[in-house]
């Protein structure tokens, strides 16, 4: 009799029991795939961090800059969190080749030799070419750089373009890792001018009390994010920064960071 009454009873607790288990783990992958679509992981991206205002360190140590803050926007809008690594210019391209960054910011000019090795989005800025030098100097234009020494960044557009000016020109190109140590080659005399993305030039113009003068010899392609080749983070990242510049974001960033556009 007791057996004929438990059997029952056992198989309800049973049947319950795991109808319980089926409701928790259904909620369980509802979660984790809601999870999912609100982060979808993290996107690294590769920067040179000596380049004001577009990126820079705070003196805490933190990111800071037009770049940084369009890419946390870029990250946040695709749902990812935003890791980001800082290295020399010239190695910027190589770490894309090599998967080690999913993307590069760093006021990277979307040149057609770059355009070679990279995929890059729609432009999200342009600021043309300067030479800076010392506020009592006598170079006040590119017939000036006869027999001078001109400091430029390695892997940027202005040591191209410095290498073909070269051609018309006699002077000297003095190359070097990051941009914040032209300026210091220019005050102590090490170089005689230095030669730089324009809205960079005019913020240590302003800030080191230096003098410049424009390039009127070229014309380069504006700044753009940077992705390996065949990569589908192009399309999605090019959609968001023709929004922001449709809808005022990117002018709102340019002038939070005071960049000049020509």
Request: one cysteine or more.
């Amino acid at each position: 009799m007791f057996k004929k009454i438990c059997l029952p009873v056992l198989s309800m607790i049973l049947l319950f029991l795991l109808a319980a288990c089926g409701t928790s783990n259904a909620e369980a992958e509802g979660n984790s795939e809601a999870e999912q679509e609100e982060s979808k992981g993290t996107l690294i991206m590769g920067t040179s961090a000596d380049y004001p205002p577009f990126e820079s360190f705070t003196p805490e140590g933190e990111f800071e800059g037009f770049d940084i803050d369009l890419a946390h926007l870029i990250a946040e809008e695709l749902g990812y969190e935003l890791k980001i690594k800082d290295m020399k210019f010239d190695g910027l391209v190589g770490s894309l080749q090599a998967d080690r960054v999913d993307m590069v910011m760093a006021g990277m000019s979307a040149t057609e030799e770059r355009q070679e090795n990279v995929d890059f989005s729609t432009e999200y800025h342009h600021s043309g070419e300067m030479f800076v030098t010392a506020k009592d100097s006598d170079i006040k234009s590119i017939d000036d750089l006869e027999g001078k020494i001109v400091g430029v960044q390695l892997g940027t557009i202005q040591h191209e373009g410095a290498e073909e000016l070269q051609k018309e020109i006699d002077f000297e190109i003095k190359s070097m890792d990051q941009g914040s140590t032209l300026i210091q080659e220019l005050k102590s005399g090490r170089i005689d001018v230095g030669y730089m993305d324009k809205t960079v030039a005019e913020g240590y113009i302003k800030e080191q009390d230096l003098a410049g003068f424009d390039d009127p010899t070229i014309s380069s392609p504006g700044m753009a994010v940077a992705f390996p080749k065949g990569s589908e983070l192009k399309d999605e990242v090019s959609a968001i920064i023709d929004e922001y510049l449709e809808d005022g974001t990117i002018d709102e960033l340019a002038e939070k960071w005071e960049l000049n556009e020509d």
